[in-house]
């Protein structure tokens, strides 16, 4: 099939299923790609926990800070429904840096992530990110604002009500009155800008090694594997990633390598316009979608 016909047979698959998605699949050996609307932005959600990552490493493997030191989490710093990790802790821990980058990346534990952002502040994080030469994903908050939606205000069985506020609600500019939803206040990003990343972090000369290897390492100890993990791993690859998700918003960012030494830089922004807080069948998509655009440019 032409690449023209595909692109054309996939939106059409996004829209039937109540997604709107930038996409972009980039071969990390050769630089060719191919994707949908690469470059339109989104608010990024969790995914901005490895640029958080990033700048963490980067200050232990400059000295500034030491990955051993360790860290007071207290309890109840983050209650929304669904938090993991230390969010659900009732007393509390003292962890190390190097735990909390695994936690942050791992299970997508906000308050170890929050715990990262008190040592390197947005601002920070963003300013690591441009003296790497990494354009296009700003930092502006830690986790604790993301967290403060109007899902928050609603009883779990209504939750449906603040999804319909998400969808409705958005201009054609990327605006929107939930400003963790507004991609000029949020954590935000695009497609392209986190293929890049993940090639900063697969391809030698823009990261340090001391930066890049523990990263990647991070990202293959993901244990959110339900979206384009189904996809992606197998006997004969190697799936890592980092997932994002907030309201109506699913994100992946992850590189799958072959066994025949392949590697391939695989982003996936979605917005739903379905308001339900669970879409098994969003996620299943997202992940047929990203499949048949990475067959397609392995085939070329």
Request: hydrophobic share 45%; aromatic share 4%.
């Amino acid at each position: 099939m032409s690449t023209g016909r595909l692109l054309h047979e996939l939106r059409d698959v996004l829209d039937d299923a109540g997604l709107h998605g930038s996409f972009l699949v980039r071969d990390l050996s050769t630089g060719e790609e191919i994707g949908i609307d690469p470059d339109a932005g989104f608010p990024i959600a969790s995914l901005v926990k490895l640029p958080l990552a990033i700048a963490v490493l980067t200050l232990i493997a400059d000295g500034r800070l030491d990955g051993a030191t360790m860290i007071e989490v207290k309890p109840g710093q983050l209650t929304a429904p669904g938090t993991t990790g230390l969010s659900r802790f009732r007393h509390p821990a003292r962890i190390a840096v190097d735990d909390l980058l695994y936690l942050s990346i791992a299970v997508s534990d906000n308050s170890a992530a929050d715990a990262l952002f008190g040592l390197v502040p947005p601002a920070d994080v963003d300013r690591i990110l441009r003296a790497a030469g990494i354009a296009g994903i700003t930092v502006r908050h830690r986790m604790r604002e993301l967290t403060s939606t109007p899902a928050r205000q609603f009883d779990p069985r209504d939750v449906h009500l603040a999804h319909s506020l998400a969808i409705g609600a958005r201009t054609t500019g990327g605006g929107h009155p939930v400003p963790q939803l507004d991609v000029s206040h949020a954590n935000s990003g695009s497609a392209r800008a986190f293929t890049d990343l993940l090639q900063a972090l697969w391809v030698p000369g823009r990261l340090p090694a001391s930066v890049a290897d523990p990263a990647r390492s991070l990202l293959s100890e993901n244990l959110i594997r339900n979206r384009l993990a189904p996809d992606f791993a197998s006997d004969a690859s190697k799936w890592s990633s980092k997932t994002g998700s907030l309201l109506n918003l699913r994100h992946e960012a992850g590189v799958v390598e072959h066994d025949d030494g392949t590697a391939y830089a695989v982003t996936a922004l979605t917005e739903s316009r379905v308001p339900a807080a669970v879409q098994p069948a969003a996620e299943a998509v997202m992940a047929r979608v990203a499949r048949a655009l990475h067959d397609q440019l392995r085939a070329s």
